[in-house]
């Protein structure tokens, strides 16, 4: 799998998020191109989710710049984000338990009637029709998201992101809280959405998963970028080494990397 | 959100068509179960003192009564209900009526015809003097919502000092002394026999809610017909339809059994020129009293609000998960202080009906509000885990809670048997719908 | 989680009552030297400054009597926590406070701050509420002589026929016993018992929470469609004060029933102007500038070194006790035997509104007359 595009889809150059005494996030540099997967992946506390809380909005780096087809933009809150097309779908899900599906879909972005009243019955009717996609054989539209499996759940964070034509994904370990059948569903999905040209940043913990669906992989340790590498050219025991001991596979040695595995 | 401003709101998927058993029946018209629940708490409560009363209690007079007393505290019932949804509570209210109840007694006796100029013939002083009411509302519930959304102080303790020193205020208002003799056009609002709409609007407005109520059933099909989504089976539809329209049209007519007091008529009578007594006297029918009007119009407005509005999807969003709201790009803080700025407008109504009644204000109007309104609340369904309430099961709530105390009063049961029965009630209440949904989820 | 709430609300609140409470500034304490006008430093402590009497009559009346004889007055105010007045009786001894008046906030709670008071050589005068101490000054309005004129006037205009009974809050004695025993005297029981006198909400009446007007008049309007349901004419009612007199005008009046005779205690501005629109019948009216003159008084004649059994205190004839300038004996409900000044009471009529114009009352005569017609109402008014 090569990726062809000169301009990266996304950047993010210096990037900078301290908190609470915390240094979170220090000078990382990362990049995507469109149709592309970048796997990020690092221990607990790497600072992946709060890197990609400042791209999602959530949470403004304190310094450092994000590009978007090159030029620079300013994303200080979650509107922000999905101005530019911004999708993310959180570990958490985020999620309002009180309300339904379509509620969900199209929080913060509801279909009005032109007296300004909500259009529930145009938001269900997308939201059929998006979910159709994603999981024919959804059929509780009407009930709060509180009672729907994790799976469909998942499904309509997922549905709420490819509806409003996300060009950037991010993925906050998507296949934590699933079963097989459902992992599948999701790993083909996040197939599909690459080969339309999407770039995707996957958080995961899946050291397998990650192998399989990226292109790249980047790895984060104690809140800096150990280093970004192509999936081809390394192997499973150099990325845990990577995340583990946070050392780049050119500065690791063997033993170091059978010490791994005991 | 699931639609609860229907005439009975969905609560679940339609089962299929073949069930037969009565649970299946039931389903299929997708009435709201709590809401029904409490409309037969209320019935059965109300049917207990008619018995125990030997048939005094459940007549036209009474149970107009029961409706002007429940009012203010339903009305501001509606606004708390959003309150407690989004997570917070709002102690402060039985003060803001107190001083908005006294600036409504000052108004009309002393500040507008000594400091305003504006005498007791000036016009619409009393709508002035209302609006003058809902504005020192909306400004004081503004203040405590901006302290809390935007300032960050938890709603407990803004409410909490709300709570002591507006009512400190009322005090240096009146000297603690009580004021009285409003504008006889803004004592209507407290009810009585002129207080009310009238045998014609009474009925004017029974057909306009059974209108509505047929024109949202055929609406409400019309639109998922549109989306070829399920629909309900057209016997539940017709069923829906005609308890609703005998409903609105039984309370009506309740209303209109209601008759003013002949020695009243026969003075207005007297007065206006209506010529002679006619045989069996005047039997002039009173209606809908305005407290229960006005209640009926808020109602509806929160209603509205809350189901139809973007502003009503965000306070049950941010109840429910305000992560999930503020990831959303939704204005978290704005909705919040709007909740408050609402409760602050409803005081003022609620203000309005109470020193309308007294016909002045005295220093404790008002006092212990917030703990009605709050049980009428909770009663009515809403959770303070949040995310979860309702704007008409708050109304019944009050109806419920004031019912008893009536009912017990007219019973002559004193005040502390009074609180002993509703407290107990209120437990009862909130554990019941705590099994409930442990047992559903 | 709610009940915690209440908790905590009721804890902060106490705490932030606590906190607040002042009355009036107290003034720096006077050089100490015996007694005498000028240096009698007089300390008050109330237990409620908010409600709009104390302010209105009884300070002035205390205030005024003792600083025309050259002396002092200090205060303070326990906002209803016995906490804080037990603190206030101890800052008022250590600003140089010769004699103490004390509103006991609670009859039993105060003992602590006049055992202090009495180590100190302090005398002690119990104002409006008894204290159970030998050693005190009782001066009050003899409570249980409102509760008399309120019946016997009633009893006058209506002497048989179907009776309300709206009693105040059932945790004060006052309403629970010391009123309705006034109205025994007057012949309520025996009325009752010959049949004479039937009360609808009997036998013992509606108690109205905290005095609350709102509350009375939802009590009121279920009373009335009950007498309604019944059949039975209500025709008058004993209301133990004006704010529980002023919710039944309301209830009155919004069911369009007219206004049987009614009966107050308080003489508030907006019942006298009832009275004087023939919507209550009779105030009793406690004419507190005067017991707050007898107060200054006998402060006064105490800081000179009178003994308490020696004082004469002379106030204005229509409230003077019929037993004469000096203190008389008081049993007391707990079987103590204090030294007692009790005044009576007035009951006003809208025949003798002229009766607290003419004093100086606080309501005053535009309050009391506000929309009355000068050529049907009562002379006062003209």
Known sequence: ?262 | ?441 | MFSRKLIALVGAAAVMAAACSSGSTPSPSAAASGGGGEDCVVGVSWNNFQQPRWAATDEPGIKDTVEAAGGKYISADANLVNEQQLTDVDSLISQGAKVLILLAQDQNAILPAVQKAKDAGIPVIAYDRLIEDTSVLYLTFDNVAVGKAQAAALFEKVPTGNYVLIKGDPGDPNASTFLPQGWDDAGLKDKVASGDITILNGPDGTFTDAWKTEKAQSNMEAIIDKANADGNKIDAILAENDSTALGVVAALTAKNYGFPPLSGQDGDPANLNNVALGKQYVDVWKNSLELGKAAGQAALQLCAGTAIADLSITVDPSVQPPTGAAPTDFTTPGSNVVKAFILQPTPVTADTLNLPIDAGWYATKDDICKGVDPATGPAACK
């Open chain 2, 1 to 441: 959100m699931t639609n609860v401003a229907d005439a009975a709101p969905a609560s679940g998927q339609v089962q299929p068509p073949a069930r037969t058993s009565i649970r299946g029946l039931i389903a299929q018209t997708e009435i709201d179960l709590r809401l029904f629940g409490m409309l037969l708490a209320l019935g059965v409560i109300l049917l207990t003192f008619n018995i125990l009363s030997g048939g005094k209690f459940f007549q036209p007079t009474n149970m107009v009564t029961l409706a002007v007393q429940a009012s203010g505290v339903a009305v501001i019932a509606t606004g708390m209900v959003l309150v407690i949804v989004s997570r917070n509570i709002d102690l402060s209210v039985g003060s803001l009526v107190g001083v908005i109840a006294m600036t409504y007694a000052l108004l009309m006796t002393d500040w507008m015809p000594n400091v305003l100029g504006m005498g007791p013939d000036f016009p619409f002083r009393w709508l002035i003097a209302l609006g003058l009411g809902i504005g020192l509302g909306a400004l004081v519930g503004g203040l405590q919502g901006f302290i809390i959304a935007y300032i960050g102080v938890p709603s407990f303790i803004v409410t909490l000092g709300g709570l002591l020193s507006i009512r400190g205020v009322v005090w240096y208002l009146s000297s603690g002394a009580a004021r009285s003799g409003l504008d006889p056009d803004f004592q209507l609002i407290g009810g009585g026999a002129q207080g009310s709409i009238g045998g014609t609007l009474t009925w004017i407005l029974a057909l306009v809610g059974c209108l509505a109520i047929v024109l949202l059933l055929i609406n409400g099909r019309r639109q998922r017909r549109r989306f070829d989504f399920p629909v309900r089976p057209v016997w539940a539809e017709v069923l829906l339809g005609v308890l609703g329209c005998a409903a609105v049209v039984a309370v009506a007519a309740f209303a209109n059994a209601n008759l003013w007091p002949e020695g009243l008529a026969a003075r207005i009578a007297a007065r206006d020129n209506w010529g002679p007594t006619p045989e069996g006297g005047w039997q002039i029918p009173t209606g809908f009293p305005y407290p229960m009007v006005l209640l009926l119009g808020v109602t509806l407005v929160m209603a509205w609000l809350a189901t139809r509005r973007r502003f009503g999807r965000y306070v049950y969003a941010y109840g429910g998960n305000p992560d999930a709201a503020e990831l959303a790009g939704i204005n978290t803080r704005w909705t919040i202080l709007k909740t408050f700025v609402l409760m602050g407008i409803l005081c003022a109504i609620a203000a309005a009906i109470a020193s309308a009644r007294l016909n002045g204000a005295t220093l404790d109007v008002g006092q212990s509000y917030e703990l009605y309104v709050i049980a009428a609340a909770v009663v009515g369904g809403t959770s303070f885990a949040g995310g979860i309430g309702s704007i008409p099961g708050a109304v019944l709530g009050a109806f419920v809670m004031q019912s008893l105390a009536y009912g017990l009063s007219f019973m002559g049961v004193n005040s502390p048997g009074q609180n002993v029965v509703a407290g107990i009630v209120l437990i009862i209440a909130v554990g019941f719908d705590t099994l409930n949904r442990r047992r559903g989820s």
């Open chain 1, 1 to 262: 799998m090569t990726v062809a595009e000169r301009t990266p889809l996304v950047e993010m150059q210096h990037v900078n998020v301290a908190f609470g005494g915390v240094h979170a996030v220090q000078d990382v540099t990362i990049d995507l191109y469109a149709g592309e997967v970048i796997g990020l992946v690092g221990g607990n506390g790497a600072g992946k989710s709060t890197l990609m809380r400042v791209l999602s909005g959530a949470h403004p780096a304190d310094s450092g710049s994000v590009l978007i087809d090159g030029k620079p933009v300013s994303i200080n809150n979650p509107r922000d984000a999905k101005a530019y097309n911004i999708e993310t779908i959180y570990q958490t899900l985020a999620l309002a338990d009180n309300v339904d599906a379509p509620g969900n879909l199209f929080l913060g972005r509801e279909k009005t009637t032109r007296l300004g009243s909500l259009d529930d019955s145009a938001m269900e009717s997308e939201t059929r029709k998006v979910m159709g996609r994603l999981n024919p054989n959804f059929t509780r539209f009407k009930m709060p998201v509180k009672s729907l499996s994790g799976g469909q759940r998942q499904a309509v964070a997922i549905a709420r992101a490819v509806y409003f034509n996300a060009r950037i994904l991010i993925m906050d370990e998507p296949t934590a809280a699933l079963g097989p059948a459902e992992t599948a569903q999701v790993r083909n999905l996040i197939r599909q959405l690459k080969d339309e040209g999407i770039g995707i940043f996957l958080i995961s913990h899946d050291i397998h998963d990650v192998f399989d669906l990226s292109d790249r992989i980047s790895v984060m340790y104690h809140g800096e970028i150990v280093g970004t590498v192509n999936k081809d050219e390394v192997t499973t025991d150099e990325v845990l080494g990577m995340i583990i001991l946070g050392k780049p596979p050119t500065e690791v040695t063997e033993s170091e990397l059978a010490a791994l595995h005991v």
